[in-house]
Nanobody
């Protein structure tokens, strides 16, 4: 199986920055997509940013221009640089990957445990 561990969450004032990191480990044959989702209280979990192994990226409209996703394919890590944070960014952020791992022989969605990001003055 594949395990995802996030780090970097915390409390920050509006306008501040945080950098989230996620490392995938386990029996991994290939990771196709890595990224981040978030879920705020009372809201559906939403895509924040993803990046494929080929370098294609996708961002939620609400974070474009403020967040940047990066990925190290060799290290199976993904990071999310969050700048100019707003109170609306407050949520639990979940690392995500779509990967082929042992014993699963087909692509499967894996999720991290989540890390809290709170933006407040």
């Amino acid at each position: 199986q594949v395990q995802l561990v996030e780090s970097g969450g915390g409390l920050v004032q509006p306008g501040g920055s945080l950098r989230l990191s996620c490392a995938a480990s386990g029996s991994i044959f290939r990771i196709y997509t890595m990224g981040w989702y978030r879920q705020a209280p009372g809201r559906q979990r939403e895509l924040v940013a993803t990046r494929t192994s080929g370098g294609s990226t996708s961002y939620a409209d609400s974070v474009k221009g403020r967040f940047t996703i990066s990925r190290d394919n060799a290290k199976n890590t993904v990071s999310l640089q969050m700048n100019n944070l707003e109170p609306q960014d407050t949520a639990v952020y979940y690392c995500y990957c779509n990967a082929v791992g042992d014993p699963v022989a087909v692509p499967y969605n894996y999720w991290g445990q989540g890390t809290q990001v709170t933006v407040s003055s």
